[in-house]
């Protein structure tokens, strides 16, 4: 089955503790991309990958990492998260003239 | 530079009513248009998508038609169910459909 995946799907944690969210997708896709979506401020773009080892800055990238060593994955860090990092983050995948395709979503939580 | 604006929520209707969302955009060329859904606890899918003007897009009984000259992408379904409650999301892309504008979303809550 097509899908692209996340985890963990809930995440608490506390300020300063660096924390990985893995995504992957089984499509072979070109491009991924990370999306945060906050109440009232809809999705907004954190960072995004064109192909393996090209990536670059969306319109909300302070506070984040990212990398794309392989096609299928592409991990989002938080070095040193703070609660307003607290959010609904989603990753997606897509392929040239395609739809982007969406991941299930993580629920952070930063104390 | 591009942007896309959609009608604020929540939408409340009966089931069975007709519904309409509002979604205009403003891009310099000439845009790919989606509507995605967002049902409650679950991640976005693409409800449908138009890539040229006077273009309908169609799915799950929703249109829209990519109308350039009032430069909008309303989504409209006949007869709603309580199913369809979710949030609903219009996009457009101008770089080959990798880069997507995102509207804010629009609640949509159906009662029975």
């Known amino acids: 089955e097509a899908q692209v995946t996340q985890n963990p799907r809930y995440l608490i944690t506390v300020t300063g503790k660096k924390l990985t969210v893995t995504c992957s997708q089984n499509m072979n896709h070109e491009y991924m991309s990370w999306y945060r979506q906050d109440p009232g401020l809809g999705l907004r773009q954190i960072y995004y990958?064109?192909?393996?080892?090209?990536?670059d800055k969306g319109d909300v990238p302070e506070g984040y990492k990212v990398s794309r060593k392989e096609k299928r994955n592409f991990p989002l860090i938080l070095e040193s998260p703070s609660p307003n990092q607290t959010s609904l983050y989603f990753c997606?995948?897509?392929?040239?003239?395609?739809?982007?395709?969406f991941g299930p979503g993580t629920r952070l939580t930063v104390l | 530079g591009d942007s896309v604006t959609q009608m604020e929520g929540p939408v409340t209707l009966s089931e069975e009513a007709f519904l309409t969302i509002n979604c205009t955009y403003t891009?310099?060329?000439?845009?790919?248009l989606f509507w995605y859904v967002q049902y409650p606890g679950e991640g976005l899918q693409l409800l449908l998508k138009a890539t040229k003007a006077d273009d309908k897009g169609s799915n799950k009984g929703f249109e829209a038609t990519y109308r350039k000259e009032t430069t909008s992408f309303h989504l409209e379904k006949g007869s709603v169910q309580v199913s369809d409650s979710a949030v609903y999301f219009c996009a457009l892309s101008d770089r080959g459909n990798y880069q997507l504008i995102w509207g804010a979303g629009t609640k949509l809550i159906i009662k029975p």
């Open positions: 997606a995948s897509s392929s040239g003239g395609g739809p982007q395709f």
């Open positions: 990958s064109m192909n393996v080892e090209v990536t």
């Open positions: 891009a310099t060329g000439y845009p790919s």
